[in-house]
């Protein structure tokens, strides 16, 4: 009871920089899911194929990771923080309001990077002032900051599907299409590979896709409504600048925002209990320094070999699970609307949507159970529930409803992974290390990565390899946290650890 009353006294005391920072992730989520229902929309409004509009991802991914590391310098005062989330939440609005004008796939893709760095700055700057504030009781901010990621990429799809084209931006071309997609669907299927004349069809009459008077003119309200949509956010941001003092129009003071020292004085235990003796876990460590601060020397000396496993292993799970996040979220719409599935593209609209409300689903159902059920436990069930999920769907995959299903299923078991990832890699490091910072380079890498090679096997070889890719993605991810597993028990740090805080350590499953 203690603890709550203390954390709610927090929350009130901070109420309106919390909401704020909240606020700027449904943002980042805003902007994070609305390509995938509207990429065959773009498609016809930049006159481009699959591949190639597959650059536009890899450009928002790049520049996202860009903008993480950049965010750190803007981390070092309040002032900083609050204009570079301003500056940032605007941006996004502007990109949504100049989408409709880009009818080139290069300047759609440079438009989009301008969004990665603000998604990326955003990521950086309001995860690191929430840690400021609650520190040690972070914890539960940081799920709700993350739930509002989810909210925002549920509410985009939603906003995009009403003004989706139902019919095909190439009438003429689309009896050679649905030849040539069937085609390479049965042969990727029977023999793994696609016949050469086929796919020389399917890529030339992709790659040249005629301008349509007004292909993408009704989508492009879409997008204006979400630019309206995200304006009150930079204007909170502007309305904390004002009431803390840090416009320019305003007479400085001292922020009512408390500094890390102030807060740590306000929140540390009984007299007879120093701060510095707090557990290792509520000091402040490299995990949560920006990359370029956290790789150096001096935090790798006389480690062991499996402190740089672990790293690595944690990482490369994400890679591949934040990867089919984004890689799934983006390419279901484009899968659904192909053979031999074949849903009308208003119906295919709803499945990110799908995708990203079990994401949000699962992340407040999340809260709860964290606090009973053990990090690694909840990484092996969600792991496990996505290559099953992916099984599935590859087996029962001319089956509409099987489609929706596993989309819920997906977005239910990828929703807890990262932080139930973070968690778990803090917790074996003792919060010892940059496991943070790893995570989130590899997690963002993945997102980058698997877009732009399931994006080019989806050309190349038809729809059916969407899932084959999927299967492919779990089984590694489950190998690597096999591995992750293993290498936890060869940590030096585990026989140092109290019995009553592992319990019996039985592969931390």
């Known amino acids: 009871m203690g603890c709550d009353g203390r954390v709610s006294g927090l929350l009130r005391r901070n109420l309106q920089p919390t909401l704020t920072y909240w606020s700027v992730f449904f943002s980042f989520g805003l902007c994070i899911a609305f390509l995938g229902p509207t990429l065959l929309d773009l498609r016809c409004q930049t006159h481009s194929s699959l591949p190639q509009i597959s650059w536009v991802f890899f450009s928002q991914q790049l520049c996202l990771l860009l903008g993480s590391a950049l ?22 609005s502007l990109v949504f309001a100049v989408i409709p004008f880009c009818r080139d796939v290069t300047v759609l893709a440079s438009v989009m990077a301008l969004a990665g760095l603000a998604m990326g700055c955003i990521d950086t700057v309001a995860n690191m002032q929430l840690v400021r504030i609650y520190q040690k009781d972070s ?3 940081l799920q709700v900051l993350h739930f509002f990621v989810g909210f925002g990429a549920l509410l985009s799809p939603l906003i995009a599907d009403p003004f989706l084209s139902e019919a095909n931006c190439l009438p003429a071309n689309g009896t050679a299409n649905s ?51 995200n304006l009150p956010v930079p204007l909170a941001v502007l309305f904390l600048l004002s009431k803390e003092r840090l416009l320019a129009c305003c007479p400085q003071r001292r922020p009512l925002l408390l500094s890390a ?20 876990k509520f000091q402040p460590h490299p995990g949560h320094e920006d990359l370029f601060s956290c790789c150096q020397r001096k935090n790798f000396k006389g480690a062991p070999y499996s402190f740089f496993a672990i790293h690595i292993t944690a990482a490369l799970v994400l890679f591949m699970t934040d990867g089919m996040t984004g890689e799934y979220s983006a390419f279901v719409y484009s899968y659904a609307v192909e053979k031999p599935l074949s849903v009308g593209h208003k119906v295919a609209g709803y499945l990110p949507s799908l995708f990203w409300g079990f994401i949000t689903l699962g992340r407040l159902i999340s809260i709860p159970v964290s606090s009973k059920v053990k990090p690694a436990t909840m990484v092996f069930i969600n792991v496990v529930g996505v290559v099953v999920t992916f099984l599935v769907l590859l087996v029962f995959s001319y089956n509409v409803a099987f489609l929706f299903v596993g989309t819920a ?17 803090e917790d074996i490091l003792q919060y010892k290390g940059c496991a943070t910072t790893v995570l989130v380079t590899g997690a963002g890498i993945g997102e980058m990565v698997l877009q732009m090679l399931v994006g080019s096997i989806f050309q190349a070889q038809g729809s059916y390899s969407f899932l084959v890719c999927g299967v492919i993605f779990g089984c590694l991810a489950f190998t690597f946290y096999i591995l992750l597993l293993f290498f936890h028990r060869m940590h030096p740090g585990l026989s140092s650890e109290k019995p009553e805080e592992t319990g019996s350590f039985k592969w931390n499953i």
Not at 74 to 82: D, I, N
Not at 204 to 213: A, I, V
Not at 409 to 425: E, Q
């Open 71 to 92: 965010g750190g310098v803007f981390k070092r005062t309040l002032a900083q923080s609050l204009w570079a989330l301003f500056t940032s939440s605007l941006a996004i």
């Open 179 to 229: 030849t040539s997609g069937s085609h390479l669907f049965h042969a990727s299927r029977v023999l793994g590979q696609h016949h050469a004349e086929a796919w020389r069809w399917s890529n030339q009459s992709l790659s040249r896709l005629p301008p349509q008077d007004g292909a993408g003119t009704r989508v492009s309200y879409a997008f204006w409504i979400m630019a309206l949509i």
């Open 261 to 280: 020292d102030e807060l740590a004085l306000e929140t540390q235990p009984p007299e007879k209990e120093d701060a510095s003796s707090l557990p290792p």
């Open 409 to 425: 299923s997906l977005g239910l078991f990828l929703s807890s992974t990262f932080p139930s990832m973070l968690a778990y890699t």
């Open 139 to 141: 914890a539960i901010f």
